[in-house]
């Protein structure tokens, strides 16, 4: 039975994902433990790839992997006809090792390395977003010692406030990220960068936020890039090949949350932009975006071992699972809202509010701080939904909890992506005082 359009419930009133039994995912390899429905994902990659193509134009949907990145995830994303965007050398180290295609991976970041740029550049990948004056001295420098070009797309903030969490607005003028749009600073990025061989400036970027919830916001983006972007032909002659609007579309983590089909973004922008060209009389741009967190956040779960409690009379029922900050640091860094069931007794009646702790030794590891659950026995274990996105790409091994296994189940078959740290990975760096 169907409890939500990604959570489903067999005869034992046990929680399965994409038809495999969580308690049996449980014993196989123990709690906490990280699981992705496949076949969500898949669905998900398709249909904003399948939208692009409905709707005529060229595109590219690079998978955002700082949402979640591993070697099956990446060669997931390749299998969906995916582009990839990586943020750090361990990001793109991950992609080559999975085998990704280079020249459909993209290159972010505010502060690349010399080291990261040099590996980029070596992998031939597809292009790399450039984020500032220093990275284009950066890589003049290097492309004149390795004698080669690379394709850049410049990344402008075009002082657009996305309507979500503070920390995730990355577009307005007080940024740290990219050339600003208006100030002049963009326009010196490109005459920087147009004119000089060792670059081909395939266009531009922006990204305006995360988990948005409306359309707005990348066509306000679209309609101020466009404009400059047309000053700019007139006093270039350039004009792009390729428009970025990066991601940021929004899931649903609890009721609370209504998130647009991601065929509605994808088709406000790609009608946005056609009618900019349209009425400007340009050649329509490739469209590239960046979903990350649609992609993987609502097929991803957390199961959990519940341990714990602790009554505050009048005030609150602890309840402590066998992971937490370690794991999902989300709710103690912005607040996050989740929802979760017991996997073992899914349906069972709702009798306890709880509240549901982590086990680090920091009173801000909290999970979920009012769940309504049936009081909780022994032997019972937790389900947090939608935590596919941004959990296990901001694991830590805080208080030295080893990181949970991530397994990846698709039409009942399960498969370990990811395994369990072990308290000798904990340790694997480490060295003696005293050596000898
Ligand atoms: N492109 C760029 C340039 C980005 O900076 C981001 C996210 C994305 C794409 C993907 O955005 P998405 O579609 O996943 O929303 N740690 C925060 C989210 C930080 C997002 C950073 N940039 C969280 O847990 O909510």
Redesign the pocket.
Known sequence: MKISETVTVNEQNHLTIDGKDAMNLIKKYGTPLYVYNVSLIRERARLFVDTFRKLGVKAQV?Y?S??FSCIAMCQLAAEEKMSL?V?SGGELFTALRAGFPADRIHF?GNNKSESELRMAINAKIGCI?VDNFYEIECLKRLCGELDTQVSILL?VAPGVEAHT?E??V?GQEDSK?GFDLFNGQAEEALMKTLDDTFFNVLGV?S?I????FETEGFVLAAEKIFNQLLNWKKKFGYFPEVLNL?????IRYTDEDRPLPVSDYVEVIVEKIKSLAYEARVDIPEIWI??????V?DAGMTLYKLGSQKTVPNTRQYLTVDGGMGDNI?TA??D?KYTGVLVNRVYDQNETTYAIAGKCCESGDMLIWDLPLPTVKEDDYLAVFSTG???Y??ASNYNRLPRPAVVFVENGEDKLVVKRESYEDIILNDLQLNEI
């Open positions: 690079a955002a700082k949402a965007d943020v972010h977003v990344r969490h920390y995730v990355t990220f970027h990204h936020g995360s988990q948005m990066g991601g940021g579309f929004g960046e979903p990350g967190r649609s992609i956040g989300r860094l912005y996050a996105a941004y959990c790409s901001m």
